[in-house]
């Protein structure tokens, strides 16, 4: 067989990075359409165990398997809808009282600096500084809510998918050599990973952050669920969130204090750091700076939803790129073996 030349693998090479672009243009454009659509695919390998296990142990037909994990995927969804809408009212509710306490705590910074004797007006310089943490935090938090909230409220659009997906999910099993089964294989355990350890983790956090008096425990209860479907700045969000809430709390003794910003980051390291990786293994086989990368693209084009679905697109990516010979190299960067391209030039 011939070998590639020089200028057919440097025009390979361009044809694919023109072909990248094009994509990251089209799926910003139809964000409307393809994260319900991307949602519905991930979900669907998470709730197709579920309709194995109706139609192998309980003898259902695949139509009421079907019928019965739709049921259960749209209650879930509604939960998540009430918990995400009760949170947003809590928040509001108490938004004035919060910032009372914030501007209280910024003229007592303001204060214990004696920057009047450098000649700065310190009434000035506070207003202006809490004006600007207030705007700040309430660009993040409307930004983070925002991407929730649209996520649910297309929760139509995902459940028609899904129906559809489980409905038409062929009954006969995937050769194990396939591509398509390593997918599934490493898709589907991705997913059942990360629900059951960020439902813990969610769970965890939001038990710890009530019994010790925290306000609003159960909502950041409910973001450590969500943040931590995205790796690594995920859950360092979550333990920095509740910091401020903690601070300000005039009910909490210092030791409470201590104890609600302690205890769940250590359940944070704890689940992320030794559970997480036990239970998922080396399956998406992805180097650290790939999956940076990923979350930074995924997030520019679709918020906080592509952060969250940026790891197992970048899995799902690298299984194809690897079954070809020009897009190999691609795949072996994304796992970080370069050393097989000193191994190539060395030859």
């Not at 009047?116 to 009434?123: C, M, N, P, R, S």
């Not at 310089?125 to 991407?147: C, D, M, P, Q």
């Not at 969130?241 to 769940?264: D, E, F, G, N």
Request: aromatic share 8%.
């Amino acid at each position: 067989m011939e070998r590639p030349t020089y200028e057919q693998r440097a025009q390979t090479i361009c044809l694919i990075i023109l072909t990248a672009i094009a994509i990251a243009v089209a799926l910003k454009l139809f964000s409307t359409v393809m994260i319900p659509f991307v949602l519905a695919v991930f979900l669907t390998y998470c709730l197709k165990p579920l309709v194995d296990f109706q139609r192998r142990r309980l003898h259902a037909p695949h139509l009421i398997a079907v019928l019965v994990t739709i049921v259960l995927a749209c209650l879930l969804l509604f939960s998540l809808g009430l918990l995400a809408s009760a949170a947003v009212s809590q928040v509001v509710q108490h938004k004035d009282h919060y910032q009372a306490q914030i501007a209280q705590l910024f003229n007592r910074i303001m204060n214990s600096v004696h920057l009047e004797q450098l000649g700065f007006d310190i009434t000035n310089l506070s207003e202006s500084l809490f004006k600007r943490f207030t705007n700040t935090a309430g660009k993040v938090f409307a930004g983070t809510i925002s991407g929730i909230m649209n996520v649910l409220s297309n929760g139509a659009l995902v459940v028609i998918f899904l129906i559809f997906m489980l409905a038409g999910k062929s009954t006969r099993t995937t050769p194990t050599t396939a591509v398509r089964y390593k997918i599934e294989t490493q898709v589907k355990r991705y997913t059942l990973t990360m629900v059951l350890t960020s439902g813990t983790t969610g769970t965890l956090v939001g038990l710890t952050l009530s019994l010790l008096g925290v306000d609003f425990a159960w909502m950041f209860g409910f973001l450590a669920f969500l943040l931590n479907f995205i790796p690594s700045i995920g859950s360092i969000i979550a333990i920095l969130l509740p910091i401020p809430v903690i601070l300000l709390s005039p009910k909490m003794s210092t030791a409470a204090r201590i104890l609600a910003i302690v205890i769940p980051a250590l359940i944070q390291f704890a689940i992320g750091n030794l559970l997480q990786p036990k239970l998922m293994g080396r399956s998406l086989d992805l180097h650290p700076v790939a999956v940076l990368l990923s979350l930074i693209f995924f997030g520019a084009i679709w918020g906080i939803v592509g952060m969250v679905l940026a790891t197992p697109i970048t899995a799902v990516l690298k299984i194809f790129l690897e079954k070809f010979e020009y897009t190999s190299p691609v795949a072996n960067l994304l796992s970080g073996r370069t050393d097989i391209f000193t191994t190539k030039q060395n030859t």
